[in-house]
């Protein structure tokens, strides 16, 4: 026995298996007039099978049947029909329990569902929603559980908006806080705990007051005040620091500004 040519019909590596693992039979297909026209294809695009890929080119070639389908049983064909059906038949799906099929009803629907789903109970659901508010919308999510929310917050909302994130209690939240927040309130944030926060805190302090942190714990705060100081004093003492990078950076600091002062006394 002899092993049978593969269907060039057929994607490599399947076969024809519906979303209940079942063989699946074109002849009982309630669309075998639409696989006639040519609307589908066994094995490529069709709206029984297990693989999204393939229901998705099934509605991509027909997308007149979306609404007809966010109601069934396989959650792969549902969030997939709700990116073609009526609108009107959207806000039902966002109680569905899948939040493949929240997302993609909601994504049609205009900025008032959004806000409904702010709380949804998956955390992807809320990350990508918190992508799409506005400030007023995002002020309500500083306190999301999930610390990848708060993440997606502290990057979008208005600067003068931060405050309250000032101390989240994940240190990434807070270092990016530090890179946003006005220069007016980034000396408490140079007193973080966590020293990738000091260090953006530092990074973007004026000048003038970063010199006071030449007596950081961190090397890489000590490095960023060696970079930017103007305080000779400050500078002298880093010369001396017990890590050769941030005293190296101290000395050609010193350098630079000697060359500065005598380009200017000229």
Known sequence: MTDRAPDPAIEPGDERIDWRGQPIDCSRCVHIDVR????CRPGHACVEDRYARRIDRFFDWN???????????????RAIAAKHA???????LLGDPEEAVRWNAVQRLPLRYKRMLRHDPHREVRIRIASQLDDADLVGMMGDPDYYVRLVVARRIAPSLLG????DEEPEVRRVVAGRIAPSMLSAMTHDPDP????SAVERQARDLIGRHAGDADWRVRHAVALRTA????????????????????????????????????
Not at 63 to 77: D, L
Request: proline share 6%.
């Open 231 to 266: 305080d000779s004093a400050v500078l002298l003492r880093l010369a001396g620091d017990a890590d050769a990078l941030v005293a190296e950076a101290a000395r050609e600091r010193l350098v630079a500004l000697g060359r500065g002062r005598a380009e200017v006394a000229s």
């Open 164 to 167: 309250p994130l000032m101390r």
């Open 63 to 77: 997308p007149q049947f979306g609404s007809a389908y966010v109601v069934h049983p396989h959650f792969e064909v």
């Open 196 to 199: 990738a926060v000091r260090l």
């Open 36 to 39: 006639d026209a040519g609307g």
């Open 86 to 92: 009526d609108l009107f038949r959207l806000p039902a």
